[in-house]
Nanobody
Framework: QVQLVESGGGLVEAGGSLRLSCAAS????????MGWSRRVPGKEREFVAA???????YYADSVRGRFAVSRDNRKNTMYLQMNSLKPEDTAVYYCAADPELQLVVNQDPTYWGQGTQVTVSS
């Protein structure tokens, strides 16, 4: 079992920045692909970013160039640095983990966190 706990969400003005964290416990963190998805009420959840166990990064077109995913395997933690935030980035952000990267990108991972709310005011 892997437990994922997100933190770092909050309220920020448009153009501002936030850094989300996802702390993982349980099995060996370093061999898992990790990622982030988000959901706006009334809409489908969408993929945001992912990082393979080897450090390759993947981004949705909507966030590429503004968001950056990283991980610290010593701390069993993944991060999402969000810059130049827009009101349309407002959503609940979920952390995901799976041994297979494609399942994270396809939003079908074995493990999900509970989510953290990000609100961007205009």
């Amino acid at each position: 079992q892997v437990q994922l706990v997100e933190s770092g969400g909050g309220l920020v003005e448009a153009g501002g920045s936030l850094r989300l964290s996802c702390a993982a416990s349980g099995r060996t963190f370093s061999v898992y692909a990790m990622g982030w998805s988000r959901r706006v009420p009334g809409k489908e959840r969408e993929f945001v970013a992912a990082m393979s166990w080897s450090g390759r990064e993947y981004y949705a077109d909507s966030v590429r160039g503004r968001f950056a995913v990283s991980r610290d395997n010593r701390k069993n933690t993944m991060y999402l640095q969000m810059n130049s935030l827009k009101p349309e980035d407002t959503a609940v952000y979920y952390c995901a983990a799976d041994p297979e990267l494609q399942l994270v990108v396809n939003q079908d991972p074995t493990y999900w966190g509970q989510g953290t709310q990000v609100t961007v005011s205009s």
